[in-house]
């Protein structure tokens, strides 16, 4: 069984502050993806990673996906209240999308 | 919006009742997935359909089951519904039938079983 392992779970910190959220699996996969979910809504992909050691910018998120496929982090620099959310990180393997644990995210003014 | 569209955005229902939940998956993709999201498991795939064949199983219950037709909608039936079924149910598509295909998901059903 492929498990991903999100740490922290609750993360609450002021705006300005920069984080970084971690996940770690036993399994390699193929490529991960990481989406943002809102209460009451689906998760939203924010990127996809496919390349051991590949590193993502979105803005103020940088995404890595570790050099042997089976961990990645999320950095978040200079967090803003919109950037709360559920962080889900989601690894592939052929026919299957399997999800972390989650860390949710409260940014406060 | 991600393109994906489910129906009804709420469900509350009895124990012991049938109900059947609705996705409409973007436009071009092949792949539905289902999923079921509750506080203590997280986000648990269910089922995914790939024009309009079952493709792959995951943690669903033979109380639970779903088609994918010929126009490329799924509906997901829960039947003899029960106290602890109560939860988000998402629907997500992909052009693809291969996880590596990236997913995307619908606004979700929030099931209410009383």
């Known amino acids: 069984t492929q498990l991903l392992e999100q740490s922290p779970q609750f993360l609450s910190i002021q705006e300005g502050e920069n984080l970084t959220v971690y996940c770690n699996s036993s399994s390699v996969f193929s490529s991960l993806q990481w989406y943002r979910q809102e209460p009451g809504e689906g998760p939203v992909l924010l990127v996809t990673?496919?390349?051991?050691?590949e590193v993502k910018k979105l803005k103020r998120l940088t995404f890595q996906f570790g050099d042997a496929r089976k961990d990645s982090s999320l950095h978040i620099t200079a967090a803003q209240p919109g950037d709360t959310g559920l962080y889900l990180c989601?690894?592939?393997?052929?026919?299957?999308?399997?999800f972390g644990t989650g860390t949710q995210l409260k940014v406060e003014l | 919006d991600s393109g994906v569209t489910q129906t009804p955005k709420h469900l509350i229902t009895a124990t012991g009742q049938r109900v059947t939940l609705r996705c409409s998956p973007r436009?071009?993709?092949?792949?539905v997935y289902w999923y079921q999201q509750s506080l203590d498991q997280g986000l648990q795939f269910l089922i995914q359909?790939?024009?309009?064949?079952?493709?792959a199983k995951g943690n669903i219950l033979e109380r639970f089951s779903a088609q994918q037709f010929p126009d490329l909608h799924s509906e997901l039936n829960l039947s003899s519904l029960e106290l602890g079924d109560s939860a988000l149910y998402f629907c997500?598509?992909?052009?693809?039938?291969?996880?590596?295909?990236?997913?995307?998901f619908g606004p979700g059903t929030r099931l209410t079983v009383t």
């Open positions: 436009s071009g993709d092949l792949s």
């Open positions: 989601a690894g592939s393997s052929f026919w299957k999308l399997t």
């Open positions: 990673v496919v390349t051991g050691g």
């Open positions: 997500a598509s992909s052009v693809g039938s291969r996880g590596s295909y990236e997913q995307y």
């Open positions: 359909y790939y024009n309009g064949e079952e493709r």
